[in-house]
């Protein structure tokens, strides 16, 4: 069909996705980017689009975004029933502390930053939790925890053992951890903190909880919370 009117479905179509899914669909905003890509280099090139590339980006883009949200849901839902007070900052998906700190995120509390560990024989797994501005050093780290030499698991067993991605690694990753297979570590300053900020099994927001908070919602998952000084 004509670009014209590959142009008005464009526009029609993410004003209509936006009113659905509100600002979770920005997480795949690749997805349409890629669509307008094609759409200008259609316009540039006088050439035609099929109706159903961007149909199919859109679908997919929404189906991402649905997941997205009901991922999050369960967290808010969990904290909810157990009557925990927090604040939710809804952002761009974030990959790194930087991203996080270029938000001004770091105005709502401690940012925590998460790390998902293995030891050598991949045997036993870690999830250390601490200070975004915390210096770690994994070989010191590995012989605290009588572990021995550490290092970072794949996004493989990421996603096995926690059911996350990278960039959205968080202690509320342990609810999906029914078999208790990670060791949880958390910084012992930490308690100290007013509020700490974690992702909601997303990186498209950030909780803001207490560490007693934090303590209580991962006690009720019987999650043995081990305070360590690094």
Known sequence: FQSEIFEFIIV????????????????HFHLLSFSFKIFIDARLFNIRVPKSTFCDTIKQAKKGAIFMSEQKQRVYDALNKLGIKYEVVEHEPVHTMEDMDRLGLPEKGTLCKNLFLRDAKGKRHFLITCDENAKV?????????????????????????????????????????????????????????KSLGIHPLENTATVFL??????????????????IKL
């Open 137 to 193: 050093d994994l070989k010191s780290l590995g012989r605290q925890l009588g572990a021995g030499n550490l290092s970072f698991a794949s996004e493989e067993r990421l996603e096995k053992y926690l059911g996350l991605k990278q960039g959205s690694v968080s202690p509320f990753g342990l609810m999906n951890d029914t078999d208790h297979a990670v060791e949880f570590f958390i910084d012992k300053n930490l308690s100290k903190c």
């Open 210 to 227: 207490s560490f007693k908070d934090l303590d209580k919602f991962l006690w009720n998952l019987d999650v043995d919370v081990m305070k």
């Open 12 to 27: 029609r179509s993410l004003h209509s996705t936006y009113l659905c899914e509100g600002c979770q669909i920005i997480c």
